[in-house]
């Protein structure tokens, strides 16, 4: 259950508010959740309807009025928009959804994972794009010059890279031109 901030972005760091900020001692507590406490803090993850990941560099989240860490790194937007999902859950109003992942990014993750399943149970290339891609069935010929010969080959190359730790780019923002 544990998590690590420096890979994920989106857990949010909390810590008790600094004197500089004033006299900030009321706050809205934070929801329960599932926590464990660990040698860096208390590991802390909602859970309603959307994840929402929390590091509490304290043992008791409910001691002392928080503030929530944001370095200003390359992932900083990641972890302002992770903290903005945690303000608008505490005070009730809709939780934006997730941006890290668009839908094509989402929908080709689960076609690599269908494909490397597939060749792990022994199929063909072939098999693999007639069961992805819906294809018909189509002659050896025909089959060499196919775009989904070469789609199913990228898939599984990719596949691969995710397998080897390349799963963990899902977490960083995506990067906007």
């Known amino acids: 259950m544990l998590w690590d901030p420096r890979v994920d972005p989106s857990v949010v760091v909390l810590q008790k508010v600094p004197e500089t900020l004033g006299d900030a001692t009321t706050t809205t507590p934070l929801p329960k959740g599932t926590s464990i406490s660990a040698v860096d803090g208390l590991h802390q993850l909602l859970d309603a309807g959307r994840e929402q990941r929390m590091q509490i560099l304290q043992s008791d989240p409910n001691d002392t009025a928080l503030a929530a860490i ?15 999902q945690l303000l608008a859950r505490l005070h009730g109003r809709a939780v934006p959804g997730d941006s890290r992942l668009t839908c094509q990014k989402r929908g080709r993750a689960r076609r690599m994972l269908q494909a490397h399943d597939g060749r792990i149970e022994g199929a063909s290339q072939r098999e693999i794009a007639e069961a992805i891609f819906q294809m018909p069935r189509v002659s050896r010929d025909e089959w060499q010059s196919a775009s989904e010969r070469f789609a199913v080959m990228a898939l599984l190359r990719d596949a691969r890279k995710m397998i080897d730790g390349g799963y963990l780019t899902l977490l960083r923002p995506r990067k906007l031109a």
């Open 70 to 84: 944001v370095p200003l790194d390359r992932d900083g937007f990641a972890r302002l928009e992770a903290v903005y």
